[in-house]
């Protein structure tokens, strides 16, 4: 994917925290990597390796303590318009109905919401499967179904850059293989620069076209591997022998750490 | 020890014969009206048997021969006075509480600074300041709503602030993410999330207002229920008291059920699904 032109850089990054007894945690050390136009970059660590931070770095939530992340070689400098998050848990608005909540950033950030959003928000609806849902409450969905929302929300205003913080983490082992599925159903029909966090190995090989491979406290990056697998991807992909083989060496790579 | 171990066991079986889901469902709806006319009438009987001067405790049947003494104008008279001082006070609650909860989240500095006073204010037991109030602020229904507004302010700001604090971190990096700004944050996701805090503050405060309403009339008033009690049991009415205490705790389940019914209808999301 080096041959697509950079869309985000990680330069040398250095991430440090204050923490309530006056001492610092750095979350991360020196993090260089780029993410090319529409890859599908996943990175893949144990929990406390500051994953979920290089995505604030990205968003312009939080800026880094040493060296620079940069969107289209801009330094970030505030959040911009063309970035979609989806979280953890779907955090949607109880007191709007589907629809309400794929068009909430439109309505929060302008005030208003026309009635061409509403269109193509219901486009949206359509893209994630849930064109028949659009008026249903919130408490109506199922877990799986609430994250295709958020999913839908932010696409909304059509980001070239979607960032995933362990989207499908919460969801049963079933529903979080038919998303998976769903995801790089959506992605081929939207594409999009994706940086997907997740702390699953199966999740990480069959989605991404590279996986960042960090090691927890401080969060460094341990490796870089390319994934090579046929796209589409598919069913087939989970039994394919590379599958198996990349899935085994992140293991290994996880592992050792571990253990030293 | 075996008897109490072998009825417990039989008795949801026995239950389960003698009562069909239908039954049951009647039975469960009627319990409450049942156990309170059962009261009720232990009273009445207690009253009638031990032979209990009513100026001790008056039967039932006495307190409402004694309330339908009291002509309706009457009655109306003194309802509508308290349940003006009741209403201005927690209207002023309202709108003091609800903002000044804003306030207090959105600056560290503000909140440093008024929190300790407002838990002053609350300590403060407001029974004891109302006559001084009264004193202060002279023989008219300001007094009564300032004692009122005392009473029942408090439990909105805590839950308000709990509320607008609970919002999930992430909603708010939304809206970072969004640059929507602060006011937008604010209005569209923190007030919202923090609706049912505030319904349940607003419930705890609609009896209060009552309270205060009844406080202030104690201590200076010319009408309102509080007024009658006082009145009627220095005149040794206690029966007449007694119904007053009746209409009073009537008017604040009827206050307290039309909170309830309100968020039904305007905010039934905020509502745990089985409540709806």
């Given at each position: ?16 925290f204050?923490?309530?007894?006056g ?71 109880p ?6 909540n ?93 940086l ?65 | ?19 069909t ?12 009206a ?19 001067p009513?100026?001790?405790l008056p ?14 104008s ?6 509508s ?6 209403l ?56 009564r ?11 909105i ?67 309102g ?35 309830t ?13 089985s409540?709806?």
């Amino acid at each position: 994917m080096s041959e697509q032109p950079r869309v985000i850089r990680f330069a040398d990054v250095e991430q440090t925290f204050g923490r309530a007894d006056g001492g610092a945690v750095t979350a991360l050390d020196g993090i260089t990597f780029d993410i090319g136009r529409n890859e599908f970059l996943a990175v893949l660590g144990p929990s406390g390796c500051g994953k979920s931070t290089l995505l604030r770095l990205i968003a312009g939530l939080i800026f880094p303590t040493r060296g620079t992340v940069s969107i289209y070689d801009l330094a970030v400098t505030e959040p911009r318009d063309e970035i979609g998050i989806v979280f953890q848990s779907p955090t949607l608005l109880p007191w709007f109905d589907v629809l309400g909540n794929v068009t909430f950033p439109l309505r929060h950030k302008y005030g208003r919401v026309s009635a061409e959003d509403n269109a193509r928000a219901h486009d949206l609806l359509k893209l994630v499967g849930l064109a028949d849902f659009a008026r249903k409450r919130i408490d109506e969905l199922s877990g799986g179904m609430q994250q295709r929302v958020a999913i839908a929300r932010a696409l909304l205003l059509d980001p070239d850059i979607l960032l995933m913080d362990e989207p499908f983490s919460a969801l049963d082992a079933l529903t979080r293989d038919e998303m998976s599925f769903e995801l790089l159903r959506i992605w081929s029909e939207r594409p999009k620069t994706v940086l997907f966090i997740t702390h699953s190995i199966p999740e990480a090989v069959l989605l991404a076209d590279r996986i960042v491979v960090m090691t927890a406290r401080p969060g460094r990056v341990r490796e870089v591997i390319n994934v090579d697998l046929p796209r589409p991807r598919s069913m087939a992909t989970l039994s394919h022998p590379t599958f198996h083989e990349l899935a085994n060496h992140i293991r290994g790579q996880l592992f050792t750490r571990a253990v030293a | 020890m075996t008897i109490p171990v072998k009825s417990s066991r039989s008795e949801p079986k026995a239950q389960g014969i003698l009562l069909t889901p239908v039954l049951r469902a009647w039975a469960d709806r009627l319990a409450p009206a049942a156990a309170f006319v059962g009261l009720v009438a232990i009273w009445e009987g207690a009253c009638r048997l031990f032979a209990i001067p009513s100026f001790l405790l008056p039967s039932p049947s006495a307190i409402v021969q004694a309330g339908l003494e009291v002509s309706a104008s009457q009655w109306l008279g003194h309802i509508s006075a308290t349940l003006r001082v009741a209403l201005m006070g927690y209207a002023v609650a309202i709108a003091i509480s609800i903002p000044l909860a804003v306030a207090l989240v959105t600056s560290r500095f503000l909140s440093r600074t008024l929190y300790p006073i407002l838990v002053v204010v609350q300590s403060t037991p407001i029974v004891a300041v109302a006559p001084i109030i009264v004193v202060t602020l002279g023989a008219s229904d300001l007094p009564r709503v300032v004692i009122t507004f005392l009473i029942a302010f408090f439990p909105i700001v805590v839950s308000t602030v709990t509320g607008l604090m609970a919002t999930p971190e992430e909603l708010i990096e939304l809206s970072r993410s969004l640059r929507a700004g602060r006011v937008r944050e604010m209005l569209h996701i923190r007030l919202p999330f923090a609706v049912p805090y505030i319904f349940s503050a607003l419930k705890i405060s609609i009896t209060l207002s009552i309270i205060g309403a009844v406080v202030a009339e104690f201590v200076a008033a010319e009408r309102g229920l509080g007024f009658f009690i006082m009145f009627s049991t220095s005149f040794f009415k206690i029966p007449q008291a007694f119904a007053g205490l009746a209409i009073l705790v009537a008017l604040s389940l009827a206050l307290f059920r039309l909170c309830t019914l309100v968020q039904r209808w305007f905010v039934p999301w905020s509502l745990p699904k089985s409540e709806r």
